[in-house]
């Protein structure tokens, strides 16, 4: 069964997102997609579905939904304080949102993009083959008040399940390879670059982000000039005066800037969720090392589902006890309730 | 740009990242390498190895974006170098289904309003500079940075004339700018170092479309002056008045 998630209230970045759209680099056009893709893996599995579906994603801050007929729902990425209808719900879950509940989600605690996932994911329309907002490229827009978000089949039933938190939100080591133009740059250069201890400017948004830091900026060899050439996401360009950035999901595609690095696909969800001031170092790995730990990464990703418990509440900690007992096997969310009080 | 003659240029293969390629014909633009990095990745489209995932081009290069669970790096390297050894690329043909697009253009006036300036940086009275910009037939080099923005060249050698320090803040959709041999035709507004020669009417990226991008790499351009009032009237023609003819 379909239907429509309205948006009562948006923070000012909250965008439809999916895994993006390869294929169009060659027209000037980057994949972008969600910029924390881990984010989506995560709330696939929660939800039983597919990686591929496309969920709400916010920045920094949330906002008020309300769906038409029962939705399952999973809450990944940046932890925020999520409530339905009064009642606080667990982040890096599932959870049942009844017909015409409230949802409220506030700011981000830590981190920078939350995500809302529903069961059978947002079918909004496809714009060259994927439902994602590119503002970069003027695809898709903002969502905002009294937007309808069409809601695909669903064929779940299970919600009340829960994901160990990760530690991707405050920074941390985030693990870069040589790239095509690392070359350019001194071997002192790069050491310095390793050993700088940076943090996320203020500056950063889906294209990319800032790195400051105390000393001075990062130079390639004296009077090198190069040709414009492709960028992926994760390239970390350095700028005319020294400074580098970080490239993200919506990047440009092609850049003149040179690039000392490109941090690794797996590490790319802690740099997008480091929030302005975090503190960031880097590390240079070998390009064997990070090929390995892509495909590890990619076996994990399939494992997640295995990964997903139900949620275990203390009985004392959950106030309205007595009413789950007493609706307990009257409605559809009864294997929900049963789960989290196992 | 000084002339390069394909006999000193050397393919150089590099990775890009943990999971790309790329094929580089030379370390700046040149005819020759253009040519044969376009030729190169539609050779590598038709190719179609398992666990490519896209291929693209910029100005010199051909890029492949490849899975790591069906490729790797050693075996990949391998494929590439056996497909550059196949042929000489910088004298390949250009790729097929090639157009030629007569786009209308005003040249100067408040629309374009750094004609006079490029003009004296290319040694040229606005007359000349106009006569040389709407005689050139340009080649779209590569696509970038905004969806469906093409880099166009080679201009005559006059026209290597730097880009501006200070940038332009602001050079809006359809402006047609000049710079080092090249013209940047805008798909969207933006910030720029190019100067600002020459106005269309054309929309390069129409996300809705049956066919959303315009231009194609490999695709010819002419510009044709027109005048302020003639644009005007173009505008209402989401193709501002561009007719492509086919070249293959």
Redo the contacts between chains.
């Keep these: 069964m379909t239907g429509t998630l309205t948006v009562l209230r948006a923070g000012p970045g909250v965008t439809v997102q999916d895994l993006g759209r390869?294929?169009?680099?060659?027209?000037?056009?980057s994949r972008g997609g969600a910029a924390d893709r881990q984010a989506l893996a995560e709330g696939a599995a929660l939800l039983g579905q597919g990686a591929d579906l496309a969920a709400v994603e916010m920045a920094g801050m949330g906002g008020e939904f309300q769906a038409d007929s029962d939705l399952r729902i999973a809450l990944t990425g940046a932890p925020m304080r999520a409530i339905i209808d009064g009642a606080a719900v667990a982040w890096n879950a599932s959870h049942l949102l009844p017909a015409g509940a409230r949802l409220a989600i506030g700011a981000a605690q830590s981190g920078s993009y939350g995500y809302l996932h529903v069961g059978g994911g947002i079918q909004t329309p496809e714009?060259?083959g994927a439902r994602s907002a590119h503002l970069?490229?003027?695809?898709g827009t903002l969502l905002a008040e009294g937007d309808g978000l069409q809601t695909g089949p669903d064929s779940g039933r299970t919600t009340g399940l829960g994901l160990a938190a990760d530690d991707r939100f405050e920074g941390g080591t985030v693990r870069v390879?040589?790239?095509?133009q690392t070359a350019l740059f001194p071997e002192a250069e790069l050491k310095r670059f390793e050993q700088t201890a940076f943090h996320r400017g203020a500056r950063g948004n889906r294209m990319g982000v800032a790195l400051e830091c105390n000393g001075e900026g990062f130079r390639p060899e004296a009077a090198r000039?190069v040709?414009?050439?492709?960028i992926?996401p994760?390239?970390i360009q350095v700028a005319g005066d020294g400074t580098p950035y970080v490239l993200l999901s919506e990047c440009?595609?092609?850049?003149g800037y040179p690039r000392i690095g490109?941090v690794?696909?797996s590490d790319l969800p802690r740099l997008a969720q480091a929030t302005a001031g975090a503190a960031l170092q880097f590390r240079f790995i070998a390009?064997?090392e990070?090929?390995a730990l892509?495909?590890a990464e990619?076996e994990r990703r399939e494992r997640l589902r295995s990964l997903c418990v139900p949620l275990v509440r203390d009985p004392r900690t959950i106030p309205n006890l007595l009413s789950y007992q007493l609706i307990s096997g009257a409605i559809a969310g009864e294997d929900d309730v049963l789960e989290e009080l196992r | 740009m000084a002339e390069v003659s394909a006999a000193t240029l050397v393919p150089e293969i590099r990775t890009v990242g943990v999971d790309g390629m790329l094929v580089s014909f030379g370390s700046r633009l040149s005819e020759p390498a253009n040519r044969a990095a376009l030729a190169f990745r539609a050779a590598l489209a038709q190719e179609s190895w398992d666990g490519v995932e896209e291929v693209s081009t910029s100005l010199v290069s051909a890029y492949v974006r490849f899975d790591l669970r069906h490729l790797d790096h050693a075996g990949l390297r391998a494929r590439l170098g056996a497909l550059l050894a196949q042929r000489d690329w910088y004298a390949a043909e250009l790729p097929g289904q090639r157009r030629l697009w007569r786009i209308p253009a005003v040249f100067g006036t408040e629309l374009a309003p750094q004609l006079p300036q490029a003009a004296e940086a290319a040694g040229m009275t606005e007359a000349e500079a106009v006569a040389s910009l709407s005689a050139a037939r340009v080649r779209v080099q590569t696509i970038g940075f905004a969806p469906g923005q093409p880099y166009l060249g080679e201009l005559p050698e006059a026209w290597d004339i730097p880009r501006q320090s200070q940038l332009t803040t602001r050079i809006p959709e359809g402006a047609l700018a000049v710079a080092i041999r090249q013209l940047v035709l805008f798909s969207v507004a933006a910030p720029t170092g190019w100067m600002h020669a020459g106005q269309t009417a054309v929309r390069l990226f129409r996300p809705d479309a049956q066919e959303p991008f315009l231009l194609r790499p490999g695709d010819e351009v002419q510009f044709t002056p027109v005048t302020p009032e003639e644009l005007q009237g173009l505008r209402r023609d989401p193709l501002g008045g561009a007719k492509a003819e086919d070249l293959s």
């Design positions: 390869p294929g169009w680099l060659e027209y000037g056009v714009h060259l970069a490229a003027g695809i390879v040589a790239s095509l000039t040709v414009s050439e492709v992926t994760g390239d440009q595609t092609t850049g490109t690794v696909p390009l064997e990070a090929a892509e495909q990619a």
